[in-house]
């Protein structure tokens, strides 16, 4: 156990210690660990010690679906072995590895479905915590000339670039003084990454049967 135990604790310290790294390049706001998978560098170096199982089944569910999203719908327009993304496809490599070896050596119990719940109620938090910074720091993007798009929810054209169907969104907006919201589309993509995480917690319980 302490042999399977070392091993996930050395791999979380990788991520943990390659995603710091980028600092090393400089630091800006835009740069703060705030995406999802970013955030799993720092979730995973605190559960695993700690055996905080609530929070495990959070990371597990959450950031693997998180990190699968990031490595199929890559964005290498700097090209492909460009400096951002090989540290780019190295984390969410990292961020896939960690919790599948940790359950899978034991460390941590199959999850169930009370994960469900540990799930929903992190990804609120997480997400409504996303949409206010943002909303707040992209409001003031004129005084501090730099915008963010925390969790993909502030750059529509790119999103439309994916998700064109999504498009009509944008027709629903709301305006508070320097600050806008695109309500349609924000419950949309909660709903949606939800829906994906149910998605892969069906396939987990169905790989269990074999």
């Known amino acids: 156990y302490e042999v399977r135990y070392m091993v996930c604790l050395f791999l979380a310290i990788v991520l943990f210690f390659h995603y710091d790294s980028l600092y090393l390049m400089g630091f800006s706001i835009p740069r703060l660990p705030v995406q999802l998978c970013n955030m799993a560098a720092y979730f995973y170096i605190i559960c695993i010690p700690l055996k905080l199982n ?44 960690v919790p599948c070896v940790a359950m899978g050596l034991r460390i941590f119990p199959r999850v169930k479905r009370s994960a469900l719940k540990h799930m929903s109620i992190g990804f609120t938090c997480y997400f409504v915590f996303c949409l206010i910074i943002g909303t707040i720091l992209n409001g003031y993007a004129n005084e501090t000339g730099f915008t963010v798009n925390y969790f993909f929810l502030f750059d529509l054209e790119k999103a439309f670039g994916w998700m064109p169907f999504l498009r009509f969104t944008e027709n629903i907006r709301i305006e508070f003084g320097r600050f806008e919201l695109y309500p349609v589309f924000v419950l949309i993509f909660y709903i949606g990454f939800q829906f994906l995480c149910l998605l892969f917690y069906w396939f987990v319980i169905k790989l269990y049967e074999y």
């Open 54 to 97: 609530k929070m495990f089944d959070f990371c597990f569910i959450c950031n693997v679906v998180g990190g699968l999203l990031a490595t199929f719908i890559p964005d290498f327009s700097d090209g492909a072995f460009g400096f951002w993304n090989m540290h780019y496809m190295l984390e969410h490599m990292l961020v896939l590895i």
